[in-house]
C-alpha cells in the first residue's frame, strides 16, 4: 500500500511537472513592452514553485515508502518531538526565498502602476457596459468631448454620452475596437456605465478593471503589430462570456494618416484595418 | 535530515496520579479538580469569557460599519451632513444614567440585597426603554424634515448605526427583563452565584452598549 | 491506561424523547452529527451543480431531456443556457465555501470532537450551540429558496409580497454573482439582467443568516475551549485539532461581523435605494439612474468599498476551511504513524501565524481592482510571507513521516493525501500573490486551480480523513476499509486530473465564469483539456457515491469497533465507543501526558493514553525540542 501511494505521488508530480515544462499549453507571446519582464518572473517563480512542490512530493513519497509499519512486535517508531535547529533552519530558508521573490515580484507591477503614463502617450478613453466594449478616440485635436451620463442614449448609439454642443467632441469617435500605435506608450482612462469589466488582453499581459464611478488610468505599450483578442475578465452578468472585442496595434505609417481622419472615415477605416490583419490568437 | 540525533535521554518523571497532586501546569477553569460544567466559579467564568468574546464580535461589526462611513465621507460629493436631532442629547443621558442604575443594582445583588437589585433593575430596564423610544423620536424627527434612510449617505448611516445599536441594545433589555423576572421569581429569597454570575454578565454588555452609543454618536456627528 | 483520579460531577440528565434527543438537542455530539448532515447534504447539491457546469462547457448545447423536466427555465429543450451555468456559478461556489467547507469541519468535527478532546462533558452554552445549528440550516434553506424563487413562478409570488424588489419568477435559475457577489452587479437589482432579482436578496439574507450562526457557534468553541479543559489538560497538551478548532472559531469570530455588515450594506442598496456601493450616474439596460421607478436615484457609492469588506472576510474564511483539515491531519498522521508529531510547539506557532497573517493579505485579492497600487506591494509581501508558516507545517508533517512504522488506513491515507494536496494548491499561491503576475493570473482558471486545490479539495481530504478516523467513535462502528481505499485511489487521482488542468487553462488566458469558450479564437486550442477536465470530474464525483454508500452501509454492517480501535492516545478514545451523554460517564479525565507519546522507549505499549496516569514518559510534552 505504501509503495503503490508513493508511486502513485510520484507519477502525479511527474506528469504535472511535465504538463508545464512542455509548454504544450502555455502563455500566447508577449506583445507588451513589460510582457519580457513578467514572464521572467514567472519564470523565476515557477522554478522555486516546481521544485518545491517536486521536492516536497519526493519527500512524501519517500517517507511513505520507507516507513512501513512491519508488523513485527517491540518494532516502533522513532521517538522524537521535532528539532528547534531544523524549525529555525527551514523557517529562514523559506523566509528569505518568499519574500525575496514577492520583493522582487514588485518590480514590474512599480514600472507599470506606481507613475503616471509617460509625456506624449495616446490616450483612450474606455468605456466599458453590458456586454459591450466602447472606445473613445479623441481625434485631431487630441481632447476628449464632454460626456455625461444624462446624455447616454443606447438606442440612438450615444452610448457613452457624448456632448454635440461640445466643440471638442466635433472630431471625435467611439468605436467598438481599440486601435493603438506600436511603440509608444498608451494611457487608458478606463470607465464603467453599469456593473464591474475588467480589460484583458492575454497576450499584453494586462489586466485591469473597470469600476463604475471610477474613472482608473492604466498605461503600458504593445509592442507587436497585429489584431488580438480582447476579454471582460469580471462577472459582469448574463453575457459575461460574449464579451469579446479587438484591440488593433498598428505601425505609425498606419496610425499616423488614421488618427488624423475625420469621425466618419477614422470608422471605414478602422473597419478595413481590422479586416487586413489577421487575429492573433497564440 | 542526517545530523538528527536520533535517540532520545529518557528523563523519566513518575507520574503517581494521585488525586492530591496536580499533573500539570494548567488544571484549567476551577482550582479544583478540573472544571465542573455546575460550579459557581466556573460558570462565572465561562458567562464572563463568553461576553468578552461576544464583545469582541459585536466591535467587529461597528468597525466595519464604522470604516464603511469613513470611506463612504471620505470620497463622497453627495454627502449632506444632517442636523443632529436635539432629542439624542437626551437619548445619551438616559443611557448613561441607566449604566448608573445598574452598576447600583449589581452591587446590591453583591450586598445580597434581593431587593434593591430589583428595584434598580427596573429602572435600568425603565431608563433603557426611555432611550430606545427617545431613539424613534428622533427617527420621527428627521423623518419629519424629509429625511430618510435613502436620502444620503450621511442620513443612511445614521438611520443604520443607530437601529444596529439599538437592536443590540434591545437584547441587552431582553436580558434584563430575564434577570428580574428571575429575580421575582426566585422562591429562595437569596443570591445565587448563577444569579450573580448572570448579572455580572449583562451588566458587562450594557456598559458596552453604552459606550458604543457615545461611541457613534460622536462618529456620526464630529465626523461629517 | 487506568483513570485513576475520579470526580463525581453533576451529570446532564440524558433527554429521552425523540425530538429532544435528536431533533433540539443540546448534546454537542448529536449537533456535530446534525451539522455533518447538512454538509453531507449541502455538497450533494454543490457537486451536483459542479457536474452541471461541467456538462455545459464541454458539450454546449447538447440536449439533457432530463434538465428541460427539472429546470424548465434554466434549461429550455434541455439546453443549459448562460443564465443558467452562471447562477450555478454562483450557487456552487456558496453553497460550498458557507454550508460544505465552513459546516463540516468546525460545527461538524469540532462541535464533537473538540468538547471531548479537551475532557468536558458539553459546550460552554448548549442553547447556543443548538441556536447556531438551527440558524445555519435556516440560512441553508433561504439559499436553496433563492434557487426556487426565480425559476418557479409561484414560489415567487409569495415573496413578491415582501416588496418589489422580492418578485421572482425572471426566468432564470438563481442568483447571479459568484460566491463574492461583486457590486454594484449584485446591488441595482432587477435592471441588472436575470439573477438579480428576488434570489439575489435571498442570497444576501442566507449569507448573513449564516454569518450570525457562524458567531454563535465561535463564541462557543472559544469560550469552551478557555474555560472547560479537564484538570492537566494544559493548552500545550492539547491535541492540534483543538489548536485548529480554536484559531478557527477566532477567524470566524472576527470575519464573519465584517461580512454581516457589509451583506446589511447591499441589502438596503438593493431593497431601500440607499448607494453605500452603488455610484451615481448608472446606466443599465438602457435606464439611467432616477428615472424609471426601477431603478431609484444613486450616488457616489464606491463598489470598491464591498470588496474591501467581502475580502477582509474572505481571506480568513479560506484559513476557516482549512485549519481544521490542518489539525486534523496532523492528528491522523501521528496516529498512524505511530509517532509523536513532529515539532508540536511549531505546529500551534504555524497555525497562530497563519490565522494572524490572514487578516492582513485581502487585498490580493483586488492587485486589479482599481484601489491603490501602493497598497498592493503591501499586500503581496505579506500574502508571499504566509507561505513560511504553511512550509513549516508541511516540513513538520513530512518530518512526522520520518522513521514512522506508517500504519496505511483509510484516514491514513486521505491525511498523506491532505499533505500532498496542500502543497500541490497552496504553493501556487507563490505566483498568485505577487502583484505583478497578477496582472496576467487574475480570474483566470489558475485561480480557480488553486483555491479548488487547497481550500476546496485538500479541506474536502482532511474532512474525508476525519470522518474515517472518526465515524467509528460516534456510531460504534468501524467503515468498510476496501470501500474507504477505492474512494481514496479513484478520488486521489481523480482530483489531480481537475486541477492540475485547470492551471495551463489559466496560463493560456482561459477566464473564469465564462459559459462556454467557443468564443473566442485564443481558448480553442484548450478545448481538449476542457474535454478531459470533465471527464475526470464525472469519475471523480461518481465515486462519492461509493462514500456514501460506504457511509449509510457501515452504520448497519461495519464491523463493530472497540473503544479505541486505532491504538491512539487522546481523550475521545478513552471514554466509551460511541461516547455517554456527558461524554465521560460522570467521570472527567485527568491528562498526564501530551497528546502524540507514541514510540515512547521502554513503554509497554507503543502508544501512551493522555490518561495514562502510570507510565513513564519522557518530559515530553511536545514542547520540548529534541534532547541531544
Known amino acids: 500500500m505504501g509503495r503503490a501511494l508513493a508511486v502513485i505521488i510520484w507519477i502525479i508530480t511527474a506528469l504535472s511537472v511535465l504538463m508545464f515544462v512542455s509548454k504544450k499549453w502555455w502563455f500566447p507571446a508577449t506583445i507588451s513592452e513589460h510582457g519580457p519582464a513578467l514572464d521572467r518572473q514567472f519564470m523565476i517563480t515557477i522554478l522555486v514553485v516546481g521544485v518545491s512542490f517536486g521536492a516536497a512530493q519526493i519527500g512524501l513519497g519517500w517517507m511513505v515508502w520507507k516507513y512501513r509499519d512491519t508488523g513485527k512486535a517491540g518494532d516502533r517508531g522513532l521517538y522524537t518531538h521535532g528539532s528547534n535547529r531544523l524549525e529555525v533552519l527551514w523557517t529562514v530558508i523559506t523566509a528569505v526565498v518568499f519574500i525575496s521573490l514577492a520583493i522582487m515580484g514588485q518590480t514590474v507591477w512599480a514600472s507599470l502602476r506606481l507613475h503616471d503614463a509617460p509625456p506624449g502617450s495616446y490616450s483612450v478613453e474606455v468605456v466599458a457596459q453590458q456586454f459591450q466594449w466602447n472606445f473613445h478616440y479623441a481625434g485631431k485635436d487630441n481632447v476628449f468631448g464632454r460626456t455625461d451620463p444624462k446624455l447616454i442614449d443606447d438606442g440612438a448609439l450615444n452610448f457613452i454620452g457624448l456632448d454635440e454642443s461640445d466643440p471638442n467632441e466635433k472630431d471625435d469617435a467611439v468605436l467598438a475596437s481599440l486601435v493603438i500605435p506600436v511603440n509608444r506608450p498608451v494611457e487608458l482612462r478606463l470607465r464603467s456605465k453599469d456593473v464591474i469589466h475588467s480589460f484583458w488582453v492575454p497576450p499584453l499581459r494586462f489586466k485591469q478593471d473597470l469600476v463604475p464611478g471610477m474613472e482608473i488610468k492604466v498605461h503600458f505599450t504593445a509592442t507587436k503589430v497585429g489584431q488580438y483578442e480582447l476579454a471582460c475578465a469580471e462577472l459582469c452578468g448574463q453575457n459575461h462570456f460574449k464579451m469579446r472585442g479587438f484591440m488593433l496595434v498598428l505601425p505609425d505609417n498606419e496610425f499616423e494618416p488614421l488618427k488624423a481622419l475625420p469621425q466618419a472615415q477614422f470608422q471605414e477605416q478602422v473597419k478595413s484595418l481590422l479586416a487586413k490583419y489577421p487575429i492573433i490568437i497564440d | ?224 | ?628
Open chain 3, 1 to 628: 491506561m487506568s483513570v485513576e483520579t475520579h470526580e463525581e460531577v453533576h451529570r446532564h440528565p440524558a433527554p429521552t424523547g425523540f425530538i429532544r434527543k435528536y431533533i433540539f438537542s443540546l448534546d454537542h455530539k448529536v449537533i456535530g452529527i446534525q451539522y455533518i448532515i447538512l454538509a453531507l447534504v449541502a455538497v450533494l447539491v454543490g457537486m451536483t451543480m459542479s457536474l452541471l457546469m461541467r456538462m455545459n462547457l464541454s458539450w454546449p448545447g447538447t440536449h439533457w431531456p432530463i434538465l428541460a423536466t427539472l429546470f424548465p427555465t434554466g434549461a429550455p429543450a434541455g439546453v443549459m443556457n448562460p443564465d443558467f451555468y452562471l447562477s450555478l456559478v454562483t450557487m456552487h461556489g456558496t453553497i460550498m465555501v458557507f454550508f460544505v467547507l465552513t459546516t463540516a469541519p468546525q460545527g461538524g468535527f469540532g462541535n464533537y470532537f473538540l468538547p471531548i478532546q479537551i475532557g468536558a462533558e458539553d459546550m460552554a452554552f448548549p442553547v447556543l450551540n443548538m441556536m447556531s445549528f438551527w440558524i445555519t440550516l435556516l440560512g441553508f434553506v433561504v439559499i436553496l429558496l433563492a434557487i426556487v424563487v426565480e425559476g418557479n413562478v409561484r414560489i415567487g409570488e409569495w415573496f413578491a409580497a415582501l416588496g418589489p424588489s422580492f418578485a421572482g419568477g425572471s426566468g432564470t435559475v438563481g442568483p447571479i454573482g459568484g460566491w463574492t457577489g461583486y457590486a454594484p452587479l449584485s446591488a441595482i437589482g432587477k435592471i441588472a439582467g436575470p439573477g438579480q432579482g428576488a434570489g439575489m436578496n435571498l442570497w444576501v439574507i442566507s449569507i448573513a443568516i449564516f454569518c450570525v450562526g457562524s458567531l454563535l457557534g465561535a463564541l462557543n468553541f472559544i469560550t469552551t475551549l478557555l474555560n472547560m479543559r479537564t484538570k492537566g489538560m494544559s493548552l500545550m497538551r492539547m491535541p492540534l485539532t483543538c489548536w485548529a478548532w480554536f484559531t478557527t472559531a477566532v477567524l470566524a469570530l472576527l470575519s464573519f461581523p465584517v461580512l454581516l455588515g457589509g451583506g446589511i450594506l447591499l441589502l438596503l442598496d438593493r431593497i431601500a435605494g440607499t448607494s453605500f456601493f452603488i455610484p451615481g450616474g448608472l446606466y443599465v439596460s438602457g435606464v439611467l439612474s432616477g428615472t424609471n421607478p426601477n431603478f431609484p436615484l444613486h450616488t457616489g457609492g464606491s463598489p470598491i468599498l464591498w470588496q474591501h469588506l467581502f475580502w477582509f472576510f474572505g481571506h480568513p474564511e479560506v484559513y476557516i476551511a482549512i485549519l481544521p483539515g490542518m489539525g486534523a491531519t496532523s492528528h491522523i498522521l501521528a496516529t498512524f504513524a505511530r509517532k509523536p508529531v513532529f515539532g508540536y510547539r511549531a505546529m500551534v506557532f504555524a497555525i497562530f501565524a497563519i490565522g494572524l497573517l490572514g487578516f492582513f493579505v485581502w487585498g490580493h485579492h483586488m492587485f486589479i481592482s482599481g484601489m491603490s497600487p501602493y497598497s498592493a506591494i503591501a499586500f503581496s509581501v505579506l500574502t508571499l510571507s504566509i507561505g513560511v508558516p504553511s512550509a513549516v507545517k508541511t516540513f513538520n508533517w513530512i518530518g512526522t513521516l520520518w522513521g514512522a512504522r506508517i500504519r496505511f488506513t483509510t484516514p491514513m491515507l486521505f491525511a498523506i493525501g491532505f499533505v500532498s494536496l496542500f502543497v500541490a494548491g497552496g504553493i501556487t499561491g507563490l505566483i498568485l500573490g505577487q502583484s505583478s503576475l497578477d496582472l496576467a493570473m487574475h480570474d483566470t482558471y489558475i485561480v480557480t486551480a488553486h483555491f479548488h486545490l487547497v481550500m476546496g479539495v485538500a479541506s474536502i481530504f482532511g474532512m474525508f480523513a476525519a470522518i474515517y478516523f472518526w465515524f467509528p467513535k460516534m456510531f460504534g462502528r468501524l467503515m468498510s476499509e476496501s470501500l474507504g481505499k477505492f474512494h481514496f485511489w479513484i478520488t486521489f487521482i481523480g482530483v489531480y486530473s481537475i486541477f492540475v488542468p485547470m492551471h495551463v487553462m489559466g496560463l493560456v488566458g482561459m477566464p473564469r465564469r465564462f459559459s462556454t469558450f467557443a468564443e473566442y479564437g485564443f481558448l480553442t486550442k484548450l478545448h481538449p483539456l476542457v474535454l478531459f477536465v470533465s471527464i475526470a470530474a464525472i469519475m471523480t464525483i461518481a465515486v462519492q457515491f461509493v462514500f456514501y454508500f460506504n457511509l449509510i452501509w457501515s452504520l448497519f454492517k461495519g464491523q463493530r469497533a472497540s473503544d479505541n480501535p486505532w491504538e491512539a492516545t487522546t481523550l475521545e478514545w478513552s471514554t466509551s465507543t460511541p461516547p455517554p451523554h456527558d461524554n465521560f460517564a460522570g467521570v472527567l479525565p485527568t491528562v498526564y501526558h501530551g497528546p502524540y507519546e507514541f514510540a515512547v522507549p521502554g513503554a509497554p505499549n507503543d502508544f501512551i493514553m493522555q490518561t495514562d496516569a502510570g507510565a513513564e514518559v519522557t518530559s515530553g510534552n511536545g514542547h520540548d525540542g529534541h534532547k541531544h
Open chain 2, 1 to 224: 535530515m542526517a545530523t538528527m540525533v536520533t535517540s532520545t535521554k529518557t528523563v523519566t518523571k513518575k507520574s503517581t496520579g494521585e488525586g492530591s497532586k496536580f499533573p500539570g501546569p494548567n488544571g484549567n477553569g476551577s482550582k479544583r479538580n478540573g472544571h465542573d460544567f455546575f460550579d459557581p466559579e466556573s460558570r462565572a467564568n465561562r458567562y464572563r469569557i463568553g461576553m468578552w468574546v461576544a464583545l469582541a464580535s459585536i466591535t467587529m461589526l461597528f468597525t466595519a460599519l464604522s470604516s464603511a462611513y469613513i470611506v463612504r465621507a471620505g470620497g463622497a460629493s453627495d454627502w449632506v451632513s444632517i442636523a443632529m436631532p436635539r432629542v439624542l442629547l437626551f437619548s445619551t443621558a438616559l443611557i448613561l444614567i441607566s449604566s448608573v442604575t445598574l452598576e447600583v443594582s449589581r452591587r446590591s445583588l453583591k450586598d445580597s440585597s434581593l431587593d434593591g437589585y430589583g428595584r434598580w433593575l427596573l429602572l435600568t430596564m425603565l431608563l433603557g426603554l426611555g432611550f430606545l423610544a427617545s431613539q424613534l423620536v428622533a427617527w420621527r424627527q428627521l423623518a419629519r424634515q424629509g429625511v430618510y434612510l435613502s436620502s444620503n449617505p450621511h442620513s443612511s448611516f445614521f438611520y443604520l448605526l443607530t437601529a444596529a445599536h439599538a437592536v443590540h441594545l434591545a437584547g441587552g433589555l431582553l436580558a434584563l427583563i430575564f434577570l428580574w423576572v428571575r429575580s421575582r421569581l426566585a422562591t429562595e429569597r437569596k443570591v445565587t452565584a448563577r444569579g450573580q454570575a448572570a448579572a455580572d454578565a449583562v451588566t458587562i454588555y450594557w456598559h458596552f452598549m453604552d459606550a458604543l452609543w457615545i461611541y457613534l454618536f460622536l462618529l456620526l456627528f464630529l465626523w461629517r
